[in-house]
């Protein structure tokens, strides 16, 4: 990571990525290639796993700790390379990529130490093509084909112009093509290089709750509210509802099938475009109230103490509230606009007073009091101000109780 000097604070480059994702014509030869390309990728895989010596070294890195796997690309192109081509009847350039890919696959499943089988199987039909090997081909400035090296051309049923706009000046990424239910989609990555800047005073926390978003800091606050309620309704009343009316027979009823896999797939997209939407409004709320740090929680190791919750109605609350989606959609906005990402410990941010930093007590419902500084909080303005005093904390600023500039 590069130090960069802008507008007179120092800031660090760091490199984004976005996808953008292409239906495609599936042509038979296209898939034939794809479904063995998939073969040949899990074939690879096994045959590298079972003598990972042979083609690479262990080493013990100091600083992981731990034993990691460093591959050796000459044994395996030279042992593996002429086999893909005859055997899987590949073109070079995707044998090429995909010793590539299987030994990215190899080095995650033998240096995870949570995989003690050391094991990885490929479980889509999917076929990843190099930068270097693909490029769009256009008619009249509208995309119509993509060319891929050693497969030929690939028409495009509906090329999302206005998105291709957006990444305008990102550099063209790996291209991956996914065969699932006779359709083939393409998923194309863009990267592109920021200037972030360093993490300052001048932030905005935000604050995760299933009913509603509140961001704020220790002067202001706003609340967003959130699809979830609705999200829950469809469970209940649209897949539940199908379910019990049909007990165990629906899961060997196609339209019944299909109809509860829309349901499922129109919860998805109320949550990614809930993300993207929420992620946007605080990022530019952030830009033109002159704020450069965003304040969020780490919630890592949320879904353990979900496990936990006795009640499955709180269980099922956690389970659709995409909470990592929405933070990772709001540190990927906030750093494409150059704004810094923090994330602080959560812990005691909804029940410790601003003020004296004691325990508070429960009044009412999303209400609690501070009975040494006699002040009554919303727990989620608890939230927002307590994230904002963490942040200070770490750069050792004082805050007044009166809630003045600190």
């Known amino acids: 990571m590069m130090a960069t000097l802008i507008d007179g604070n120092w800031g660090d480059e760091v490199q984004l990525t976005g996808t953008l994702v292409v239906p495609v014509s599936p042509d038979p030869t296209l898939v034939k290639t794809i479904r063995n390309y998939t073969n040949a990728l899990q074939y690879l895989v096994d045959e590298i796993l079972r003598d990972p010596s042979s ?34 009847n590949l073109p070079g350039a995707r044998a090429q990529d995909c010793i590539r890919e299987a030994i990215a696959i190899v080095k995650s499943a033998i240096n995870n130490p949570k995989n003690k089988d050391n094991a990885a199987s490929i479980r889509t039909y999917r076929m990843r093509v190099r930068n270097q090997n693909w490029k769009f081909f256009k008619v009249r400035g509208r995309v119509v084909e993509i060319l ?65 978003i509140v961001i704020g800091n220790l002067r202001e606050e706003l609340r967003i509210g959130t699809p979830m309620q609705k999200i829950m309704h469809i469970k209940k009343h649209c897949i539940e509802r199908l379910q019990k009316k049909y007990n165990k027979t629906w899961l060997r009823i196609n339209k019944i099938k299909r109809r509860i896999s829309s349901h499922w797939k129109r919860v998805s997209n109320i949550i990614d475009d809930f993300a993207k939407r929420v992620s946007g409004w605080i990022v530019t709320y952030a830009i033109r109230n002159n704020y450069d740090t965003i304040v ?14 006795k009640k499955k109605s709180w269980r099922e609350r956690f389970t659709f509230f995409a909470y990592r989606k929405l933070q990772q959609w709001i540190e990927w906005q906030a750093k494409k606009d150059g704004l ?67």
Not at 58 to 76: P, V
Not at 296 to 309: A, I, R, T, V, Y
Not at 341 to 368: A, F, H, L, M, W
């Open 55 to 88: 083609y690479g070294h262990f080493k013990y890195s100091k600083r992981k700790k731990k034993l990691t796997w460093t591959h050796n690309i000459r044994a395996i192109s030279s042992r593996f390379y002429e086999e893909l081509k005859t055997k899987f």
């Open 148 to 212: 891929i090296g050693g497969v030929g051309y690939i028409k495009v049923k509906d090329f999302p112009m206005n998105h291709y706009r957006y990444f305008k000046n990102w550099k063209q990424g790996d291209l991956v093509l996914i065969l699932k239910n006779n359709e083939v989609k393409a998923y194309i990555s863009f990267k592109i290089t920021k200037i972030v800047r360093s993490p300052s005073l001048n932030c905005l926390a935000v604050d995760l709750n299933f009913d509603e």
């Open 296 to 309: 969020l929680e780490d919630l890592n190791g949320l879904k353990l103490k979900q496990l936990d919750l």
């Open 340 to 406: 810094a990402v923090i994330y602080v410990d959560p812990n005691g941010t909804s029940i410790r007073c601003p003020i004296c930093k004691e325990k508070t007590t429960k009044t009412d419902y999303r209400k609690r009091k501070c009975s040494n500084c006699n002040v009554e909080f919303d727990r989620d303005s608890l939230a927002v101000k307590n994230l904002t005093l963490k942040l200070l904390e770490m750069w050792g600023v004082e805050v007044h109780p009166e809630w003045g500039e600190p």
